[in-house]
């Protein structure tokens, strides 16, 4: 639910139109679609349509030999991450996600170099859903990327990857000058875990945006830790926005019935 959360209003704030497809979070590999459910014949015919020459033909056929989960598609799909179409590129990105393969660490990595940023955006998501931890240095650098989305793309992977030595990094990027990258870091911050964050995080119940304190406030719950109760009780107190006040208010409680 607090991921839930926090992506919607990062999508909100990020004012993203097709680029929305980096976030899209792929099933978990036991309710992906088996190979069973699609035939040889058609995964086949998707690995030739992956060639096509038209955009949606191209982006289609990835979408589909995502969800058959066939290890055949890897390799076509890592090979669609140099379609000279950005979408396309965005689109493999997202299926090697779903295909969950960790041979696609490596090229997803050397995407995060990509002209587009919404290309570089999905890459980063990505890297953090395969749990490498190869990729835990080239996210960190991305945390510096010159495109706010792909800064707060980098901040969820790193969370996915759960890593401690991010932290230091992510605590510098509470303090990016863009309020959904701000709570992309907080997020991630809540999802690793590591009482380090715990003060930065404090102090982020001061945000002035209303998506940060809220990412903060659910991060703190995360981490469980009992000396942050005053301050996220004072936060709960000042909060004017009422549908922010009661999951602040939510996250609080969960705070408070945390084990010592």
């Known amino acids: 639910m607090k991921r839930f959360v926090i992506l919607t209003l990062f999508l909100v704030a990020s004012a993203t ?3 929305a497809l980096i976030w899209q979070d792929p099933l978990p590999v036991q309710q992906r679609t088996t190979t069973e459910s699609r035939k040889p014949d058609d995964v086949n015919r998707m690995l ?5 020459r038209t955009t949606a033909e191209r982006r289609e056929a990835i979408d589909a030999l ?8 890897v390799d076509a799909v890592i090979a669609a991450l140099k379609d000279q179409e950005g979408d396309v590129r965005a689109s493999a990105a997202n299926a090697l996600g779903q295909l969950g393969n960790r041979r696609a660490v490596e090229p997803l990595i050397s995407m995060l170099n990509d002209e587009v940023s919404f ?6 998501r990505v890297l953090g859903q395969l749990g490498d931890a190869k990729a835990l240095d080239p996210l960190t650098t991305s945390l510096r990327d010159g495109n706010s989305t792909v800064r707060g793309a980098a901040a969820m992977g790193l969370g996915s990857l759960k890593e401690s030595r ?3 990094a992510l605590i510098s990027a509470l303090r990016d000058e863009a309020p959904d990258v701000r709570a992309a870091v907080a997020t991630a911050l809540g999802d690793i875990r590591d009482k380090r964050a715990v003060d930065p995080l404090v102090q982020a119940l001061k945000d002035e945006s209303r998506m940060v304190k809220l990412a903060a406030a659910l991060a703190l719950a995360d981490i469980g830790e009992k000396r942050a109760v005053p301050a996220l009780t ?5 909060e004017k926005d009422e549908e922010a006040k009661s999951q602040m208010k939510e996250a609080l409680q969960r705070l408070v ?3 010592d």
């Not at 004072?234 to 000042?238: G, H, L, P």
């Open 17 to 19: 139109d097709l680029k």
């Open 48 to 52: 030739e349509r992956i060639k096509g």
């Open 66 to 73: 995502a969800e058959s989960g066939d290890p055949r598609a």
């Open 119 to 124: 290309v570089r955006a999905a890459a980063a």
């Open 166 to 168: 991010s932290v230091p």
């Open 234 to 238: 004072e936060a709960v107190a000042n």
């Open 257 to 259: 019935a945390a084990p």
